[in-house]
């Protein structure tokens, strides 16, 4: 039987185990999925079309390593963690670019991967068995700050919290959660519990000792030409408005290294900078 939703999908009465993985990418309020479609994650495209319509929405891509960049650019810009699905082998192996400068951005992209499927008698002739692999995180493992690949729906849930607390405690960095096809696409025959949200306990960010932090106030306050190079100092959400603080009490330059948005591009601080450090170039 099928009922009709009130956004007019024709939705099945059956669940799959991939509409778990759904209510997962619901539980954690993703905001977007980047994605190039594959056939390994159809199960799982076919939950957040029909299942999950189309909530949140999905972002078609034409390659993989680009779904990984538009990922990684609204983490950057916002904070905030979103998803990219890569394509068995082959998506996974056009995506480690985008993977390894997520890393080194200290950017939170949950990437999703899907293989197989894993039973040989699922397979389809040649193509199914010349695109899996068995361990597929490895080929990421080193850029990636954990990777995973569940054996059944009931291990799907709290491996999802894991990853999740994973990727967003500091310094926070990229993960790789790995579905298999015949997993996805397997009817659900029993309800698989959610976690709580507290199981994605991201813990505080590590304090400075307050005796070295005095020590540092008072060479600041003592130097005679101090000079500040943000970088990835104002990535935290209260990071800007301190290093601006910083800047106008010691009425020190500001050099934001040009890479990410850490410092205001008109304030004096950036403009003094500019005229203490800038040459003419070449023609």
Same mark, same amino acid.
């Given at each position: 039987?099928?009922?009709?939703?009130?956004?007019?999908?024709?939705? &099945?009465?059956?669940?799959?185990?991939?509409?778990?993985?759904?209510?997962?990418?619901?539980?954690?309020?993703?905001?977007?999925?980047?994605?190039?479609?594959?056939? &390994?994650?159809?199960?799982?495209?076919?939950?957040?079309?029909?299942?999950?319509?189309?909530?949140?929405?999905?972002?078609?891509?034409?390659?993989?390593?680009?779904?990984?960049?538009?990922?990684?650019?609204?983490?950057?810009?916002?904070?905030?963690?979103?998803?990219?699905?890569?394509?068995?082998?082959?998506?996974?192996?056009?995506?480690?670019?985008?993977?390894?400068?997520?890393?080194?951005?200290?950017?939170?992209?949950?990437?999703?991967?899907?293989?197989?499927?894993?039973?040989?008698?699922?397979?389809?002739?040649?193509?199914?068995?010349?695109?899996?692999?068995?361990?597929?995180?490895?080929?990421?493992?080193?850029?990636?700050?954990?990777?995973?690949?569940?054996? !059944?729906?009931?291990?799907?849930?709290? %491996?999802?919290?894991?990853?999740?607390?994973?990727?967003?405690?500091?310094?926070?960095?990229?993960?790789?959660?790995?579905?298999?096809?015949?997993?996805?696409?397997?009817?659900?025959?029993?309800?698989?519990?959610?976690?709580?949200?507290? !199981?994605?306990?991201?813990?505080?960010?590590?304090?400075?000792?307050?005796?070295?932090?005095?020590?540092?106030?008072?060479?600041?306050?003592?130097?005679?030409?101090?000079?500040?190079?943000?970088?990835?100092?104002?990535?935290?959400?209260?990071?800007?408005?301190?290093?601006? %603080?910083?800047?106008?009490?010691?009425?020190?330059?500001?050099?934001?290294?040009?890479?990410?948005?850490?410092?205001?591009?008109?304030?004096? &601080?950036?403009?003094?900078?500019?005229?203490?450090?800038v040459t003419t170039a070449p023609m």
């Amino acid at each position: 039987m099928t009922t009709v939703s009130t956004k007019g999908i024709r939705k &099945s009465n059956r669940r799959w185990q991939s509409d778990v993985i759904v209510d997962l990418i619901k539980h954690y309020d993703f905001p977007y999925i980047a994605l190039n479609p594959g056939a &390994s994650f159809r199960g799982l495209h076919d939950s957040l079309v029909n299942y999950g319509e189309n909530e949140p929405p999905m972002l078609l891509c034409n390659h993989e390593k680009i779904a990984v960049q538009i990922a990684h650019g609204y983490a950057r810009a916002s904070g905030q963690p979103m998803i990219a699905i890569v394509h068995d082998v082959v998506g996974l192996l056009h995506a480690p670019m985008g993977i390894y400068y997520a890393y080194l951005d200290r950017a939170p992209v949950f990437v999703i991967g899907a293989t197989g499927p894993l039973a040989e008698p699922k397979r389809r002739a040649f193509i199914d068995w010349i695109h899996s692999a068995n361990v597929q995180g490895e080929a990421i493992r080193h850029i990636v700050k954990w990777d995973y690949q569940p054996a !059944a729906i009931d291990g799907v849930p709290d %491996a999802f919290a894991r990853a999740y607390s994973i990727m967003m405690s500091g310094r926070q960095g990229p993960i790789y959660m790995c579905y298999d096809a015949g997993l996805q696409e397997a009817a659900l025959d029993h309800e698989v519990r959610l976690p709580p949200h507290d !199981a994605a306990w991201v813990p505080a960010a590590p304090a400075p000792d307050p005796v070295a932090l005095a020590n540092a106030a008072d060479a600041l306050a003592a130097a005679e030409r101090p000079v500040i190079i943000a970088d990835f100092a104002a990535r935290p959400p209260h990071g800007w408005e301190d290093v601006i %603080a910083i800047a106008e009490t010691l009425g020190a330059p500001v050099w934001d290294c040009n890479s990410r948005l850490n410092f205001p591009s008109d304030h004096r &601080s950036i403009s003094a900078w500019r005229r203490r450090n800038v040459t003419t170039a070449p023609m």
